[in-house]
């Protein structure tokens, strides 16, 4: 029986096969950009789901950028001797994105940073109770590469890489649309 980040990436890889693959240009200037997100977090191996927004600003003859928010949630556990460690991560933050122009208008490749607050939690559940819980969380900040593929006039499927401190990283994929 699949996984469901199994089955979230056969959805999506649908929806490319069957779907008319047409070029769009559609990174517009001014337009909201918002959808969401399955990803591996490479902190525990496990799924997160997430969602992104992005306003899009020009930036007077040097190119176009985004502006905007990012919310992810993943959590996990982990066995160790007579019990489980459990991890759960909320990351909260701004990102901003430089969008470069490759000519090929269905394409909207990009590269950005993003500043964000990581609100985790570890717990301990087991018969030994000498250890100690360490800390988790804190202030983030990360470095990420994405690309759209623009699937129709108002929707693109996208990939998005993202790295950084507190020991984070991920690849995603998931839709956006423009508003």
């Known amino acids: 029986m699949p996984n469901k980040f199994q089955t979230a990436i056969n959805f999506i890889l649908a929806l490319i096969i069957f ?13 909201n950009y918002v959808g969401p997100t399955l990803g591996l977090s490479f902190l525990g191996s496990t799924a997160q789901v997430g969602i992104n927004y992005e306003y899009s600003l020009d930036l007077q003859n040097i190119g176009a950028a985004g502006i905007g928010g990012i919310f992810r949630y993943w959590g996990y556990s982990d066995k160790y001797l007579n019990g489980q460690w459990n991890y759960s991560d909320i990351l909260l933050g701004l990102q901003g994105n430089y969008h470069f122009s490759i000519g090929d208008d269905k394409y909207d490749p990009w590269v950005g940073l993003v500043l964000a607050y990581d609100a985790g939690s570890v717990s301990w559940s087991g018969s030994n109770d000498k250890y100690t819980v360490p800390s988790n969380g804190g202030l983030f900040l990360g470095a990420q590469a ?26 995603e994929v998931g839709v956006d649309w423009k508003l």
């Open 19 to 31: 779907i008319s693959v047409q070029g769009f240009a559609q990174y517009d200037l001014n337009k």
């Open 146 to 171: 994405g690309l759209r593929y623009w699937i129709s006039p108002t929707l693109a499927i996208a990939g998005r890489f993202g790295f950084g401190n507190l020991s984070y990283g991920a690849l």
